[in-house]
């Protein structure tokens, strides 16, 4: 059972079962996120010691800790994180409230096509 971030409206729960988190659009990214208004290098989460770590990444619609806008911050359990317009709560140890089966993110494992940015740049970025 581990920390993750359960998806409020539409878009994937995400698992934070590894660090960094690059979140994007941008084939290569860790967890893809299917949303126009999510830049293609949208913001890198990190797990540390039960506080996340959220970095945006310069965002174009930016990126919100409990409906305020942040360049960085931390989130603890129960604080909403706004990835764009996809909102999700940080839940720990626990099955999403709505009861449904756990959906996993698009992951860049998952038949991710090359591109013209390398995965070193993508990694220097969070």
Known sequence: MSTRLVAL??????????????????PLCDVRLPS??????????????????????????????NRQRVESGRLRPGDELAIAN????????????????????????EGASRCDFPITRLREEC
């Open 9 to 26: 409206d539409e878009g994937p729960d995400i698992p934070l079962d590894r660090g960094p988190i690059m979140v994007g659009r941008h």
């Open 36 to 65: 126009i208004r999510v830049s293609r290098r949208h913001c890198c989460l990190t797990e540390v010691d039960g506080v996340v770590i959220v970095r945006d990444l310069g965002s174009t619609n930016g990126t919100s800790i």
């Open 86 to 109: 996809l909102r999700y709560r940080l839940e720990e140890g626990r099955v999403a409230e709505s009861g449904r089966t756990e959906p996993r993110a698009a992951s860049r494992a």
